[in-house]
C-alpha cells in the first residue's frame, strides 16, 4: 500500500512539473513559412537592437574597450591573463594592444605568464595587433610584420560572426538569408533563435533572451579549408551586461572552438565615438608604438 501511495504521489508530482514546464515554456514554437520565418527573425532582431539601446546602439561608430584577456588551453586550464585595449572603429578597423606586464593577484604564486599570441613577444612590455579591411600587422620592440595569409582569414570569417557588426552594418545585405528557429533553453534562460545564412555558406545561429532581448550567444558554422573543410563551430558567449553612453553591452565574452574554451575577456571601461584617428589603425601608425590614453569612462548602470 505504502509502495502503491509513493509510486502515485511521485507520479503526481512528475505531473505537476511537467505542466508548470508547459505553463513556464513560451508557446511561440510553430514552423512558420519562409517568409514568414524571416520576418519573425527580423523582429526578434529588431527587439534586440531597442533593448540594447536603440539609435544609441546604431549610432556607434567607434569604440574603446579596456579589460583583461585570458587564454585557455585545450584541457581547459587557464594558459595566462593579460591586460588590453581594444580600439575598434565601424566597419573594419580594429588595433588591440596586449600588455605583458605581471598581474599579480592575491593568490598568484607564479610570476610568469605565458599566452597564446600568435607572434613573437620579443622584450617589449606591450605587442600590438592591427586589422584593417583585408590588411593586418602585428608589432612590438621587434619591429613591424604583416598577418600571414591564415591570420587573415580567420579575421575576415571573425567578421562574419560579429554580432554588432551585423546588426549595424550588414542587415540590409540583399545575400543574407533570415530564419527564426524557435525557443528554446540555452544557458538556463528561454531564449529565441535566429539563424542567418550568408552567399558564402556561412551559418550563425544567435539565442536572444526571451524576457531581456540581450543576445545570450551566437554559433558559427562553417567549412574549415585548413583541415580539409572539416565542420567547424565557433561560439560566443555574452554575459555581464552595462550600460554606457546610453548603449547596452556585454562586459564578458567568452569564446569556444569545437566545444573547448579558448578565451575570455572581461571589459572593466568602455567608451563610445571618442573619434578615433585612422592612423591608429595603418601601419605607418604603429611606428609609435605607445599604448593609446585616449580617456575612458567606467560603466554606468
Not at 14 to 42: I, M, N
Not at 123 to 147: C, F, H, L, Q
Not at 265 to 283: H, K
Request: glycine residues 6%.
Amino acid at each position: 500500500m505504502r509502495l502503491a501511495l509513493r509510486i502515485s504521489a511521485a507520479a503526481g508530482l512528475a505531473a505537476c512539473l511537467a505542466a508548470a514546464a508547459a505553463t513556464a515554456r513560451p508557446q511561440d514554437t510553430a514552423v512558420l513559412a519562409p517568409e514568414a520565418s524571416a520576418a519573425k527573425a527580423r523582429e526578434v532582431i529588431r527587439s534586440a537592437i531597442r533593448a540594447m539601446g536603440g539609435d544609441a546602439y546604431l549610432g556607434v561608430k567607434d569604440i574603446t574597450r579596456k579589460g583583461r584577456y585570458s587564454s585557455f588551453a585545450h584541457s581547459g586550464e587557464i594558459r595566462g591573463t593579460v591586460r588590453i585595449i581594444d580600439l575598434v572603429k565601424l566597419p573594419d578597423k580594429e588595433r588591440i594592444e596586449y600588455n605583458f606586464k605581471i598581474d599579480y593577484g592575491v593568490d598568484a604564486p607564479i610570476p610568469l605568464i605565458f599566452v597564446d599570441i600568435p607572434y613573437p613577444l620579443g622584450k617589449s612590455t606591450w605587442s600590438y595587433e592591427i586589422r584593417n579591411g583585408d590588411e593586418g600587422w602585428m608589432a612590438n620592440s621587434g619591429g613591424v610584420v604583416p598577418m600571414e595569409k591564415e591570420v587573415l582569414t580567420r579575421m575576415r570569417r571573425a567578421r562574419k560572426k560579429d554580432i554588432d557588426l551585423l546588426f549595424r552594418a550588414r542587415l540590409n545585405d540583399p545575400n543574407l538569408v533570415f530564419r527564426y528557429t524557435g525557443q528554446d533553453v540555452v544557458n538556463l534562460k528561454w531564449a529565441d533563435g535566429i539563424e542567418i545564412t550568408d552567399a558564402d555558406q556561412f551559418v550563425i545561429r544567435i539565442s536572444i533572451d526571451h524576457s531581456t532581448h540581450l543576445p545570450i550567444c551566437s554559433v558559427f558554422r562553417y567549412r574549415d579549408p585548413e583541415y580539409d573543410n572539416q565542420r567547424t563551430e565557433d561560439r560566443d558567449t555574452y554575459a555581464l551586461y552595462h550600460t554606457a553612453q546610453g548603449v547596452l553591452a556585454p562586459f564578458q565574452i567568452s569564446h569556444e572552438h569545437n566545444g573547448f574554451p579558448t578565451s575570455q575577456t572581461f571589459y572593466e571601461e568602455v567608451t563610445y565615438n571618442t573619434g578615433l584617428d585612422d592612423a591608429l589603425f595603418s601601419r605607418e601608425g604603429m611606428k609609435d608604438l605607445r599604448p593609446h590614453t585616449g580617456k575612458s569612462k567606467k560603466p554606468k548602470d
